[in-house]
């Protein structure tokens, strides 16, 4: 299969998802729209090839990052999700990597006039060692969100040059001015200690996954709270997990020099993990 066939692009208009060449790339869908004008934008991944987890959280937020820009439009969802549903359904491989931008106005690119646009590439899983052994995270204290919960792909654009997706440097943790973590370069991060999980809360962006995290694990009677935990504070903590639409559950097992506990996998993310999973492949559903 050519990356033509693989990586696809479209402008979303009133006569449904109009494809557009694809620049020439084996990236992500993240490269595929890197041209376009800044926007508002949300990425996430299929199940059973066309299938979406709790999509209208995605466009919610999309809706509450517009209106936090100041935007005088709405978002079309209707055209959206049509858009959306025809994409994932003709898709030539069993599952996809998704990213739709929504734009402030009409742009002309590449030969279509449009305010959203759609992209997909490969669904690549997260490798079962990394699952098994846990990641090393490292720590990127220079970069920052200036408008946390906002979703903008200004920020995707500025965490580019940050190495991802390897085991000793799977992601990259954002500190507050009191060197307290915040979240990852791509993910939300959650801790647990004494047998509850602990994520910032404020001051990050309202992850998807982090929130259907939240509803497992209430399910499961664990307690989730929000606090800003002291990255000097990380030797006290048991477990550690990243939650990101794409990649689900990913356990964290070190940041930058300090072991999570034990330095291995801990019970609550392996229960996590396995219940997000099945979670995910019952409640996903299809975006018309």
């Known amino acids: 299969m050519s990356a033509t066939q693989s990586h696809q692009l479209f402008a979303v208009t009133e006569r449904g998802p109009l494809a557009l060449e694809a620049p020439s790339t084996q990236g992500t869908v993240h490269d595929l729209l890197e041209r376009l004008p800044g926007g508002v934008y949300s990425a996430l991944r299929t199940f059973g090839h066309n299938r979406f987890l709790w999509l209208d959280a995605h466009l919610d937020r999309t809706e509450r990052s517009m209106q936090g820009l100041g935007w005088p439009r709405k978002l079309e969802r209707r055209l959206l999700c049509e858009a959306l549903h025809r994409a994932a359904s003709?898709?030539?491989?069993?599952d996809s990597r998704v990213r739709f931008d929504v734009l402030r106005e009409p742009v002309e690119f590449l030969g279509a006039r449009a305010d959203m646009f759609l992209a997909l590439s490969p669904h690549v899983a997260v490798p079962e060692e990394f699952l098994r052994d846990g990641v090393r995270v490292e720590l990127a204290p220079q970069l920052h969100r200036d408008t946390p919960r906002i979703k903008t792909t200004e920020f995707v654009a500025r965490r580019k040059p940050l190495p991802l997706g390897t085991k000793e440097r799977y992601e990259h943790v954002l500190l507050d001015p009191q060197g307290r973590v915040l979240e990852c370069s791509s993910s939300n991060i959650a801790f647990v200690r004494a047998g509850a999980i602990v994520s910032a809360g404020d001051g990050v962006l309202e992850g998807i996954t982090a929130l259907v995290l939240r509803h497992v694990a209430a399910r499961l009677g664990l307690r989730w709270?929000?606090?800003?935990?002291?990255?000097?504070?990380?030797r006290a903590v048991d477990e550690a997990f990243l939650t990101s639409s794409g990649r689900g559950v990913v356990p964290v097992v070190q940041v930058a020099d300090q072991p999570i506990g034990s330095g291995r996998v801990g019970r609550v993310t392996q229960r996590l993990l396995g219940e997000y999973t099945a979670f995910a492949e019952h409640e996903a559903r299809c975006a018309v």
């Open 225 to 234: 709270y929000d606090e800003r935990i002291p990255l000097a504070e990380l």
């Open 90 to 94: 003709d898709y030539p491989l069993p």
